[in-house]
């Protein structure tokens, strides 16, 4: 199975759909949970720092360089 970034953000994610299971038969799966937290926020953060960047080079491409003479 191929686990994409957005797959952390749907409540129907193949790591919280087996979590699940395992709290259902009685696994202490608390520090799991946290884990998957942890990676939706580092990847939250990601996504938005190369939304940014993405933005900003589309608008420095279009808007040209400017070169400083000596």
């Known amino acids: 199975m191929f686990i994409t970034a957005d797959m952390f953000f749907d409540q129907r994610s193949p790591t919280l759909t087996v979590l699940a299971e395992l709290k259902r038969a009685g696994y202490d799966v608390e520090a799991c949970y946290l884990e998957v937290q942890g990676m939706r926020h580092h990847l939250e953060v990601s ?8 933005q900003r080079s589309g608008e420095a491409l279009n808007q040209g360089v400017r070169i400083k003479r000596w």
Do not use: G, Q, S
């Not at 996504?47 to 993405?54: A, E, K, M, Q, V």
């Open 47 to 54: 996504r938005d720092f190369i939304r940014t960047l993405h």
